[in-house]
């Protein structure tokens, strides 16, 4: 991931050997990790069960927080893919029956988000 990407606040991928090594301990058993992201200090993790979002917090960062999703959560996704200037794809993940996408992240162009529209889409849909 670029620099610049980073600065931005754009994700960029993490391979899932790096993921089991860092976060491996958040696994349920038979849970594996599927593809993730990071995005300067915070990571966002897509398993064959949930999808883990990693908040580093505060300035230090030794203060981080695990939100899990269950992929049965998850109403609605959408994903805007990068253009000819635009230096970002989005993803937007509407939990329950929020009317605001609950979680809205943005990627570098890297990111094949077709490939997390699919994973997306197979845990949302079945």
């Known amino acids: 991931m670029g620099i610049f990407s980073a600065i931005l606040g754009n994700a960029g991928s993490v391979s899932s050997e790096d993921l089991i090594k860092k976060y491996g301990q958040l696994l349920t058993t038979n849970e594996e990790i599927e593809m993730g992201f990071k995005l300067i200090r915070d990571t966002f993790i897509f398993t064959n069960k949930r999808l883990i979002l990693v908040d580093v917090q505060g300035i230090t960062g030794s203060k981080t927080e695990y939100k899990s999703i269950a ?31 609950s979680i809205v992240k943005q990627f570098n162009k890297s990111v094949n988000v077709y490939e997390v529209q699919k994973v997306l889409a197979f845990h949302v849909l079945g």
């Open 71 to 101: 992929y049965k959560n998850i109403t609605r996704f959408s994903v805007e893919t990068a253009g000819t200037f635009d230096l970002d794809a989005e993803l937007k993940i509407w939990i329950s029956s929020e009317q605001q996408p």
